[in-house]
T-cell receptor, first 109, second 114 residues
Framework: GQNIDQPTEMTATEGAIVQINCTYQ??????LFWYQQHAGEAPTFLSY????GLEEKGRFSSFLSRSKGYSYLLLKELQMKDSASYLC??????????FGAGTTVTVRA | IAGITQAPTSQILAAGRRMTLRCTQD?????MYWYRQDLGLGLRLIHY???????GKGEVPDGYSVSRANTDDFPLTLASAVPSQTSVYFC?????????????FGPGTRLTVL
């Protein structure tokens, strides 16, 4: 099974950078995903890492270290619309996803 | 293109009643999933299907059953609802179970069991 930890809440100012950390313990690793979920809506895909290193996608970047069981999601040039919950999810060898409880990011003006 | 649809949007159900949550996708995705989302616990996998005709148990399968008779539909049935099954239920699909294939989520069904 998977044990996935991420902070519950983070607050940052518009235009700033925020880093959301995710640590995991897994019996079999087959990729790590980050999803964004606005209140009352469905999760939407942000990024995928399966090899060590940084994946950059516009204002969002995601990093993975498999040896450390660690990932982070970096949100740059924060905008008010980035206020949402960010979910870290680990896929196992049977292709099932396990999600962390999510990190609620609040962007202040 | 509708993507993934779920029905109903919300439902209030008496304990002990049988309920089927519907999920349909028109993207011809092979893999489909059912999750429940509870405050503070995140999304938890109930059942999954990697391809039509096959199903598997997730993290919290007790009290739920699924079927996958065709590619498009993946209904979730609560045989005898209990208050602890009050939750938001999300259906998701993916082109394939593995590889660089993210899951696409439906809009969710908010279920209250009294």
């Amino acid at each position: 099974g998977q044990n996935i930890d991420q902070p519950t809440e983070m607050t940052a100012t518009e235009g700033a950078i925020v880093q959301i950390n995710c640590t995991y313990q897994t019996s079999g690793f087959n990729g790590l995903f980050w999803y964004q979920q606005h209140a009352g809506e469905a999760p939407t895909f942000l990024s995928y890492n399966v090899l060590d290193g940084l994946e950059e996608k516009g204002r969002f970047s995601s990093f993975l270290s498999r040896s450390k069981g660690y990932s982070y999601l970096l949100l740059k040039e924060l905008q008010m619309k980035d206020s949402a919950s960010y979910l870290c999810a680990v896929r196992d060898q049977d292709y099932k996803l396990s999600f962390g409880a999510g990190t609620t990011v609040t962007v202040r003006a | 293109i509708a993507g993934i649809t779920q029905a109903p949007t919300s439902q209030i159900l008496a304990a002990g009643r049988r309920m089927t949550l519907r999920c349909t996708q028109d993207m011809r995705h092979n893999a489909m999933y059912w999750y429940r989302q509870d405050l503070g616990l995140g999304l938890r996998l109930i059942h999954y299907s990697n391809t039509a005709g096959t199903t598997g148990k997730g993290e919290v399968p007790d009290g739920y059953s699924v079927s996958r008779a065709n590619t498009d539909d993946f209904p979730l049935t609560l045989a005898s609802a209990v208050p602890s099954q009050t939750s938001v239920y999300f259906c998701a699909s993916s082109p394939l179970a593995g590889g660089y294939n993210e899951q696409f989520f439906g809009p969710g069904t908010r279920l209250t069991v009294l």
